[in-house]
């Protein structure tokens, strides 16, 4: 190799080896999250989007996008975003994002050196993260900080002390006439006057212990290192309540002449609200249920929430809309009362009110465990993505987040795009024999498993050995009365977040009792609205009287066993509420059987 061929590769690396370090630098820097540094660091967990993290932090998306050109083209579970710090509310809401600055934990920090770090007190910041816990206070885990905390009054105390007063010594003065004068013991005298073991004499100065009461300033804030770290392990009390007071609030329109279908809804879902109180009085829980109808808009919220029930509520259920949500979130928030939003899933409250709970899970979480879920169920299948023209084709989301687990689980996959008048004969070359073969078509309408599913029955029919399986979504459900059987020959597989069994004891038990006290059957819709009127009163309605105001320390042993919807609350942040993560994997058996599976059994 020549000079010239060497001086090239040494400046070459060089140069890499100054980039790399440079950029390690670059990381090394901005990870250090010094008290006045204008970005914190944000860890992407599963189901959050871009948007729901920058309505996390208050910041526009655009800023996010313009620190992360990157996560325009998607963000990834695990991956680290710079985040804007606001600057501070000169407004001064009192809940506003801009009154706190935002700390990611690094290693070694503990509350104390957090609170040391900003000038606040640890129990304020614990108490600005309602979430905080020794499990949650790890490495990469955001905090917010209050950017004005309370300064608490030193409290005056009264304090016994003890001083040494000269005294001269009379004469004739004894030791023990001195002592008793004084009220103080020879033994104490002689302690803080050595000399008087050689004998008292007179005109010596002694002195004598005085005590006095003084009045003193005593701060508040906790300052020892292990009483502030504590603060993390502190324990509420788990105490039965003996009522639990609930207010309903739904727009169930009094004011119509015949109740919409919408508001026939909402009716049922009240009707199985009323049945989850009747089981819970059976079982020794005392329920007062106030229930009031919002209407459309805000006019009647508004007057609700000054009602005294609302006010003493354990807990708020309801309202429909977006404008009615918020002010209930809010009032929710002032008063400390535990709310449940039951059927929208895009709300931003629960990102940053810690006693919002969100029934409806949000489709990117759904997307993002369902992903998780098939990517686990058919990781050693061959797997087939099948592109379905279809005109409503609504599942790209759901396909680019199945594609990126996929490809971050080193599973491998197939494309294979339909065409109507080859895919019978096409589609089976897609097919192998030495392990089992899974579909998932790219759209979830009716319209497109029907341009599939006689095909695939009559392949999986002629040749076994294929051991076909189809993957597919919530929506198909409703599908049964069409596809039941292709359902079953295909060995089915359908993720969602709501399934009733109509076959089980429980389901059948609620139609029955639902029927005897209501003279009717539900609506036939999808999800049954009286079904989760019910189990979302049993599971909250248990956990509010069992466990008191220690309830979201307790969220995975409220123990209903849901009929038809399932509870996984995740609290989204150190100081955002929780969002419903609950995913059934319905499988519609070659033996005529259905199976539902939570993800967390897999």
């Known amino acids: 190799m020549n000079k010239i061929s060497t001086y090239f590769i040494i400046f070459f690396l060089a140069i890499n080896c100054s980039a790399a370090l440079a950029q390690n630098n670059k990381t090394t820097a901005a990870i250090t999250n010094e008290r ?16 729901s993290i920058a309505t996390m932090y ?22 680290k975003l710079m985040i804007p710090q606001l600057a501070p509310d ?34 304020q910041i614990a108490d600005a993260n309602p979430g905080l816990s020794a499990e949650t206070f790890s490495i990469g885990k955001t905090i917010r900080i209050p950017r004005n905390p309370h300064v608490e009054p030193s409290v005056e105390q009264v304090q016994t002390v003890t001083k040494d007063v000269p005294y001269t010594i009379q004469k004739k003065e004894t030791l023990f006439r001195i002592s008793k004068k004084f009220d103080v013991s020879s033994t104490e005298l002689i302690k803080r006057n050595p000399s008087l073991k050689d004998g008292v004499k007179a005109g010596a100065v002694i002195y004598i212990p005085v005590k006095e009461e003084q009045k003193v300033l005593v701060s508040t804030e906790i300052t020892d290192e292990k009483e502030v770290n504590a603060l993390l392990s502190r324990k509420k009390d788990s ?41 819970m009085r059976n079982q020794g829980c005392s329920i007062n249920l106030s229930v009031f109808d919002t209407g459309n808009g805000t006019e009647k919220i508004n007057d609700i929430l000054k009602n005294p029930a609302v006010k003493e509520a354990d807990l708020l259920i309801g309202a429909v809309q977006n404008e009615q949500i918020h002010p209930v979130a809010k009032f929710a928030e002032k008063n400390k009362i535990r709310y449940v939003i039951p059927f929208t899933s895009k709300n931003d409250d629960v990102l940053s009110n810690p006693y919002v709970f969100q029934v409806n899970t949000p489709q990117s979480y759904l997307y993002s465990k369902a992903a998780q879920a098939g990517c686990e169920l058919f990781k050693n299948y061959n797997i087939i993505i099948l592109k379905v023209n279809d005109p409503q084709d609504d599942k790209k989301e759901f396909i680019q987040e199945l594609k990126t687990e996929l490809k971050q689980k080193k599973v491998s996959y197939k494309e294979y795009t339909y065409n109507a008048e080859t895919f019978a004969t096409e589609i089976e070359s897609q097919f192998v024999t030495d392990k089992p073969n899974v ?17 695939l029955v009559t392949i999986s029919s002629n040749r076994p050995d294929y051991q076909l399986t189809l993957f597919g979504y919530p929506e198909w459900q409703t599908y049964t009365r069409d596809c039941l059987e292709e359902f079953y020959a295909l060995n089915t597989y359908i993720y969602s977040n709501f399934y009733a069994d109509n076959l089980s004891d429980g389901v059948k038990n609620f139609y029955q009792k639902y029927k005897t006290w209501f003279s009717k059957n539900p609506i036939n819709t999808f999800p049954k609205y009286g079904m989760l009127g019910f189990d979302t009163g049993m599971y909250f309605f248990k956990g509010v009287w069992t466990y008191g105001s220690n309830m979201e320390n307790n969220l995975k042993r409220t123990g209903h066993n849901s009929i038809q919807t399932g509870f996984n609350f995740e609290r989204v942040n150190n100081w955002g509420g929780f969002i419903n993560t609950n995913l059934f994997i319905v499988r519609y058996n070659k033996d005529f059987t259905i199976s539902r599976i939570q993800l967390n059994e897999l």
Not at 36 to 51: A, L
Not at 111 to 122: D, E, K, M
Not at 254 to 278: H, K, Q
Not at 439 to 455: E, F, H, Y
């Open 36 to 51: 006045d540094s204008n970005i914190f660091y944000h860890t992407i967990q599963r189901g959050e989007t871009v948007y």
């Open 58 to 79: 208050g910041v526009k998306v655009n800023d996010i996008y313009k620190l992360n050109p990157e996560s325009k083209e998607g963000i990834k579970v695990g991956f």
């Open 90 to 123: 000169a407004k001064g809401k009192s809940n506003g994002a801009a009154n706190y600055s935002f700390h990611t934990i690094k290693a070694k920090e503990t509350l104390y050196s957090v609170s040391r770090l900003y000038t606040v007190p640890a129990d």
């Open 239 to 279: 105490k039965k309540l003996p009522v639990v007071n609930v207010s309903l609030l739904l727009p169930f329109m009094t004011e119509e002449a015949y109740p919409s279908s919408n508001t026939s809804r909402f009716i049922e879902y009240y009707e199985g609200l009323l049945l989850a109180v009747d089981s």
């Open 439 to 455: 579909i998932i078509p790219t759209s979830g309408t009716l319209n497109a498993l029907n341009k599939i599913k006689t095909p």
